[in-house]
């Protein structure tokens, strides 16, 4: 439900930017000989035409809609030219409409706060930026207006054609406007100017709305296309909203605004002024119900967020009719394709951007054979994301088990799907100056530990192992309203740790036959550490050194005080050759920098800490978890 915010102090320029029948116009730039032909871009599904995504106003003039399929539009429009949408893992591919509309988003941004709302629509702030121009350069000192600034739409404003460019001129140079109105008028000449440059640099056209709130913007983005911008001065905004229907309105469309026109009555936005804020309340909740009287005056206190990128990316496809997926097996077959497609948008995000995706999310929808329970939803589910297809994959599909199970209920019947989504969530930075904790391991490069040679922090939950792929599911904690999928770990058998060693150690002269194992041992941090004794005694080492640490101590005691201080210098030197130990405090140690660490190290680490903390009081403190990685050199 929709809640109401806070709203400004003072006033804002907001523009809302949307592309003109994009789709089209990106295949109009791969063959300009499309260019003023009526076009139609078409799903990759063939059956009769294929179903249309995108249509260019050449061919709305014929009456073709998105809604038909290709067969029926050259039945509409004969000469209509039906293009193909690119196709890869038996589905839509729109990574060139994608990359096409980051080439507008790179220009629009120059100006102000941009917030990326879709492939082909931005929300841009403009305030800062037109207060500057205000204050340095209103629009009546100007040599020269853009063109598409005087052939703006005012509301309000008398829009005949022989006068309408004379008007928008002589409302742009009012003098005595008040703040708002000025604001307005220098937000619609910046928007012109970037509406050219964006035809001149990318080939594309797109129509605006420029408003005080994102609500009002984007009304008035869709009023006058293509290739035109509209302006809502404050003294508009009532007549706007008076005739606008419920419909219409953003957040609207669904179940709230059916249930405005039944049970309140409610047809337009302007029908809401005949009900007070209390009603409002009581009927939709208080946050609902304020928002509602809010938008009833045209107010809205929601903000541009400052966001280039996508907040999620998802994979889906559409099984209608008799295409439903029917058995478990043709489930997977389609999950692989999405969750390959997933992966590799997050990789190049995460490569690119230094972006990490934490939320793993499965949306489906079933029905049920025999019809019994109809009603009940094929239930959405979550769970951690991890890195790399392979677990992508097998994590994506005991989503689906676990959400299959909930649905069917235990009962023996039989389904159908009819539609897949995959999706990634919960996108955070890579916090900038943050490294891998591979590179305090002397001897190992960390490129062959990680997907990315760079210094950046990446937990182990996402770091990508070209190795085995096929682990486990991590066992992390997740929020009560998640879900998770039955996870299971595998060790990794195969995993050698001899190529360390011998870098580590390449004094000792080991022999082939000497890197053979006998026993497999587990997985340990300690075979990351240079030195000659096994990993098994560094662990006892390690593990017992608080206890020996303190044995030490109270020998000492009893013993009185040595000698000499070379003499007690060799036996602490000889204690530290023998065992290779590192003196370390619980309380340094940054659960962060563990988290980091493969799941097998993140269980011995924790033993260690868990038994040391048992041990507190005995624990000599000021020691730094940095003895962790290398002795310290007195000099």
Same mark, same amino acid.
């Given at each position: =439900?929709?809640? &109401?915010?806070?709203?400004?102090?003072?006033?804002?320029?907001?523009?809302?930017?949307?592309?003109?029948?994009?789709?089209?116009?990106?295949?109009?730039?791969?063959?300009?000989?499309?260019?003023?032909?009526?076009?139609?871009? @078409?799903?990759?599904?063939?059956?009769?035409?294929?179903?249309?995504?995108?249509?260019?106003?050449?061919?709305?003039?014929?009456?073709?809609?998105?809604? =038909?399929?290709?067969?029926?539009?050259?039945?509409?429009?004969?000469?209509?030219?039906?293009?193909?949408?690119?196709?890869?893992?038996?589905?839509?591919?729109?990574?060139?409409?994608?990359?096409?509309?980051?080439?507008?988003?790179?220009?629009?941004?120059?100006?102000?706060?941009?917030?990326?709302?879709?492939?082909?629509?931005?929300?841009?702030?403009?305030?800062?930026?037109?207060?500057?121009?205000?204050?340095?350069?209103?629009?009546?000192?100007?040599?020269?207006?853009?063109?598409?600034?005087?052939?703006?739409?005012?509301?309000?404003?008398?829009?005949?054609?022989?006068?309408?460019?004379?008007?928008?001129?002589?409302?742009?140079?009012?003098?005595?406007?008040?703040?708002?109105?000025?604001?307005?008028?220098?937000?619609?000449?910046?928007?012109?100017?970037?509406?050219?440059?964006?035809?001149?640099?990318?080939?594309?056209?797109?129509?605006?709305?420029?408003?005080?709130?994102?609500?009002?913007?984007?009304?008035?983005? &869709?009023?006058?296309?293509?290739?035109?911008?509209?302006?809502?001065?404050?003294?508009?905004?009532?007549?706007?909203?008076?005739?606008?229907?419920?419909?219409?309105?953003?957040?609207?469309?669904?179940?709230?605004?059916?249930?405005?026109?039944?049970?309140?009555? @409610?047809?337009?936005?302007?029908?809401?002024?005949?009900?007070?804020?209390?009603?409002?309340?009581?009927?939709?909740?208080?946050?609902?119900?304020?928002?509602?009287?809010?938008?009833?005056?045209?107010?809205?206190?929601?903000?541009?967020?400052?966001?280039?990128?996508?907040?999620?990316?998802?994979?889906?496809?559409?099984?209608?009719?008799?295409?439903?997926?029917?058995?478990? &097996?043709?489930?997977?077959?389609?999950?692989?394709?999405?969750?390959?497609?997933?992966?590799?948008?997050?990789?190049?995000?995460?490569?690119?951007?230094?972006?990490?995706?934490?939320?793993?999310?499965?949306?489906?929808?079933?029905?049920?054979?025999?019809?019994?329970?109809?009603?009940?939803?094929?239930?959405?589910?979550?769970?951690?994301?991890?890195?790399?297809?392979?677990?992508?994959?097998?994590?994506? =599909?005991?989503?689906?088990?676990?959400?299959?199970?909930?649905?069917?209920?235990?009962?023996?019947?039989?389904?159908?799907?009819?539609?897949?989504?995959?999706?990634?969530?919960?996108?955070?930075?890579?916090?900038?100056?943050?490294?891998?904790?591979?590179?305090?391991?002397?001897?190992?490069?960390?490129?062959?530990?990680?997907?990315?040679?760079?210094?950046?922090?990446?937990?182990?939950?996402?770091?990508?192992?070209?190795?085995?792929?096929?682990?486990?599911?991590?066992?992390?904690?997740?929020?009560?309203?998640?879900?998770?999928? &039955?996870?299971?770990?595998?060790?990794?058998?195969?995993?050698?740790?001899?190529?360390?060693?011998?870098?580590?150690?390449?004094?000792?002269?080991?022999?082939?036959?000497?890197?053979?194992?006998?026993?497999?041992?587990?997985?340990?941090?300690?075979?990351?550490?240079?030195?000659?004794?096994?990993?098994?005694?560094?662990?006892?080492?390690?593990?017992?050194?608080?206890?020996?640490?303190?044995?030490?101590?109270?020998?000492?005691?009893?013993?009185?005080?040595?000698?000499?201080?070379?003499?007690?210098?060799?036996?602490?030197?000889?204690?530290?050759?023998?065992?290779?130990?590192?003196?370390?405090?619980?309380?340094?140690?940054?659960?962060?920098?563990?988290?980091?660490?493969?799941?097998?190290?993140?269980?011995?680490?924790?033993?260690?800490?868990?038994?040391?903390?048992?041990?507190?009081?005995?624990?000599?403190?000021?020691?730094?978890?940095?003895?962790?990685?290398?002795?310290?050199?007195?000099?």
């Amino acid at each position: =439900m929709p809640v &109401a915010r806070p709203e400004p102090q003072e006033p804002r320029v907001i523009a809302h930017v949307d592309m003109d029948c994009f789709y089209v116009q990106v295949e109009q730039r791969k063959n300009p000989e499309l260019r003023g032909l009526p076009t139609a871009v @078409v799903q990759y599904n063939n059956w009769k035409g294929g179903g249309l995504i995108a249509v260019s106003y050449e061919a709305r003039k014929f009456g073709v809609k998105r809604s =038909m399929r290709g067969d029926e539009a050259k039945k509409v429009c004969p000469d209509i030219q039906l293009v193909q949408v690119p196709v890869a893992r038996g589905k839509a591919d729109l990574n060139s409409y994608r990359s096409a509309g980051s080439e507008v988003v790179a220009i629009l941004s120059t100006k102000g706060r941009c917030e990326r709302a879709s492939i082909d629509e931005v929300y841009l702030d403009l305030t800062d930026a037109a207060k500057s121009m205000l204050s340095e350069t209103p629009p009546e000192v100007l040599e020269s207006i853009p063109e598409e600034a005087l052939k703006s739409k005012v509301l309000g404003l008398n829009s005949e054609d022989d006068d309408r460019e004379k008007n928008v001129r002589e409302w742009l140079f009012r003098r005595h406007a008040d703040y708002q109105d000025k604001l307005l008028a220098c937000g619609a000449i910046i928007v012109a100017r970037l509406r050219v440059k964006v035809l001149e640099e990318t080939k594309f056209t797109c129509s605006a709305g420029i408003a005080h709130n994102k609500m009002l913007a984007k009304l008035a983005s &869709a009023m006058h296309k293509p290739a035109q911008q509209t302006v809502v001065p404050s003294s508009s905004v009532m007549d706007l909203l008076s005739s606008l229907p419920v419909k219409k309105m953003k957040q609207l469309g669904g179940k709230l605004g059916c249930s405005l026109q039944i049970d309140l009555g @409610v047809n337009t936005i302007g029908d809401l002024l005949n009900f007070s804020e209390a009603k409002l309340q009581e009927c939709y909740g208080i946050n609902t119900g304020t928002w509602l009287w809010k938008i009833a005056r045209g107010t809205s206190g929601e903000e541009v967020e400052d966001r280039l990128l996508p907040k999620s990316h998802g994979c889906g496809k559409t099984f209608p009719g008799p295409k439903a997926l029917k058995t478990t &097996a043709s489930v997977r077959s389609w999950l692989n394709q999405l969750c390959e497609e997933l992966s590799e948008r997050i990789q190049f995000d995460l490569d690119q951007n230094k972006r990490v995706a934490h939320t793993l999310t499965l949306h489906t929808n079933a029905y049920k054979e025999n019809g019994v329970d109809s009603q009940r939803k094929f239930p959405s589910k979550s769970c951690p994301l991890r890195y790399g297809t392979a677990k992508i994959q097998d994590d994506a =599909m005991k989503l689906f088990d676990s959400a299959l199970h909930d649905f069917l209920s235990s009962q023996n019947i039989r389904w159908g799907i009819t539609s897949l989504s995959i999706s990634a969530s919960k996108i955070s930075e890579i916090p900038s100056g943050t490294c891998s904790i591979l590179k305090f391991f002397r001897g190992e490069n960390s490129s062959s530990m990680s997907s990315d040679n760079s210094d950046v922090l990446i937990p182990e939950s996402i770091s990508k192992s070209p190795k085995n792929e096929n682990e486990g599911c991590m066992a992390a904690t997740q929020s009560d309203n998640v879900d998770q999928p &039955a996870c299971q770990e595998k060790e990794n058998e195969n995993h050698s740790n001899q190529t360390v060693q011998d870098k580590a150690n390449p004094a000792q002269g080991i022999g082939a036959s000497q890197k053979k194992l006998k026993e497999k041992e587990p997985y340990s941090i300690l075979k990351f550490f240079p030195g000659s004794e096994s990993s098994s005694t560094r662990k006892r080492a390690f593990g017992d050194l608080n206890q020996d640490h303190l044995e030490r101590n109270q020998t000492e005691q009893q013993e009185g005080p040595s000698e000499g201080c070379d003499d007690a210098t060799a036996r602490s030197n000889q204690t530290a050759q023998q065992h290779e130990i590192w003196n370390f405090n619980v309380e340094d140690v940054d659960p962060s920098v563990i988290d980091e660490l493969p799941l097998e190290i993140q269980r011995e680490v924790r033993g260690w800490l868990h038994s040391a903390t048992k041990r507190t009081n005995m624990t000599k403190r000021g020691s730094s978890i940095a003895h962790y990685f290398s002795p310290v050199k007195k000099t």
